[in-house]
């Protein structure tokens, strides 16, 4: 079995920066063969989709943080990032990393094509 493990959220004023970080641990095959996503979830709110990394390193985004987070992977450290930058209130919500051999172009922001998830890490963005 895999691990994912996340890293790097905490509370900034509105207008800072974060730099989330995602481990595989448990893996017998490197990042670059999978599909990572990172998702978010507010209280109250759903499980929503953020920013996607395929296995050939093709990105999309949320049209809600187009130009302000960049998802980036190391495959040698196994590693899944997130630079969110001009942090907004309406970022604030717990931010999960995912992965799964294998996601539609068009569902790599769907939480229910993942079968791969880290515990979460906190992120809060206030005025």
């Known amino acids: 079995q895999v691990q994912l493990v996340e890293s790097g959220g905490g509370s900034v004023q509105a207008g800072g920066s974060l730099r989330l970080s995602c481990v595989a641990y448990?893996?017998?095959?490197?990042?670059?063969?999978?599909?990572m996503g990172w998702f978010r979830q507010a209280p109250g709110k759903e499980r929503e989709g953020v920013a996607a990394?395929?296995?050939?390193?093709?990105?999309g985004y949320a049209d809600s943080v187009k130009g302000r987070f960049t998802i980036s992977k190391d495959n040698v450290k196994n590693s899944l990032y997130l630079q969110m930058n001009s942090l907004k209130p309406e970022d604030s919500a717990m931010y999960y990393c995912?992965?799964?051999?294998?996601?539609?172009?068009?569902?790599?922001?769907?939480?229910?094509?993942?079968?791969?998830w880290g515990q979460g890490t906190q992120v809060t963005a206030s005025s």
């Open positions: 448990g893996y017998t095959v490197t990042y670059s063969y999978y599909y």
């Open positions: 990394i395929d296995s050939d390193g093709t990105t």
């Open positions: 995912a992965a799964d051999p294998i996601v539609p172009l068009d569902r790599r922001l769907v939480s229910s094509e993942y079968i791969y």
